[in-house]
Each structure stands twice: as C-alpha cells, then as structure tokens.
C-alpha cells in the first residue's frame, strides 16, 4: 500500500503546466504539484501495539497523516486491502490479512479540485508464525 500513488490525473495535468514553456512560475501550482509527487501525500503507516497469539500475530497499522485521493484512488487502495477487484482495480497477489478499523473519507471542497478526498485509514494486519 505504501508504494501507491495518488491523483495521477491531476499531477500529470500539473507536470504539463509546469513544463510549458510559457508557464509564469506559479508558486501555488509548484506548490500542489510538489505536495502531490512528494512524500506527504503517500500512505505512510505507524506501527501500534503487536499482539502476539499461538498461531499469528496482529499489529494495529494507523495513517501517519491524511492522504488526498480520487475515486480511483480509493478503488485501487481497496481493492488491495480486500483482496478482490474493484472496477479495473486488481488485488495484490498473496496479500497480507488486513481488516479496516476505520475508514474516515471528507470530500474536498477546494475550488477546481472535483472528487478529490481526504483520507484517514487504520488497519489490522495479521500476520501468520
């Protein structure tokens, strides 16, 4: 999970602005652009409290901070936490076990930013000795 990238629609539409030779320096766009290619707005998790049973474990997995992500976004990220396809989206193969304990989604109500969300997520990961 921690490998995906999100709003790729938008980040090329800002590469392609960036890149224009006609383009005035925009400290707002740079400033997106870098926020979205950057690592703040990648899936970082904290490691919580291991609890360790006869047969596995399970550690509690928390955002280190809200990532901003699209539709397709939260299919891909789904489609990997569930282990099924969601749309086009595929799941991993041999997933680790994970549960969602909390799924926490606000919708962004920036000016010209359509469907783009702020997302918070928890995890079980159990994990098989």
């Given at each position: 999970l921690e490998t995906l990238s999100f709003l790729q629609p938008e980040v090329e539409n800002l590469e392609k602005i960036v890149?224009?030779?006609?383009?005035?320096?925009?400290?707002?766009?740079?400033?997106?652009?870098?926020f979205l290619s950057g690592p703040s707005n990648h899936l970082?998790?904290?490691?919580?409290?291991?609890?360790?049973?006869?047969?596995?474990q399970e550690t509690t997995e928390t955002l280190a901070h809200p990532v901003e992500v699209n539709v397709e976004d939260i299919k891909k990220i789904l489609a990997r936490i569930e282990?099924?396809?969601i749309g086009d989206q595929e799941p991993c193969p041999?997933?680790?076990q994970l549960s969602i304990l909390e799924f926490k989604l606000d919708k962004k109500t920036?000016?010209?930013?359509?469907?783009?969300?702020?997302l918070n997520l928890k995890l079980l990961k159990r994990e098989f000795t």
């Open positions: 890149q224009n030779k006609n383009f005035t320096n925009d400290k707002a766009i740079e400033k997106r652009l870098e970082t998790f904290v490691e919580g409290v291991v609890q360790t049973y006869p047969y596995f282990g099924v396809k041999n997933p680790p920036e000016k010209g930013k359509s469907d783009v969300f702020s």
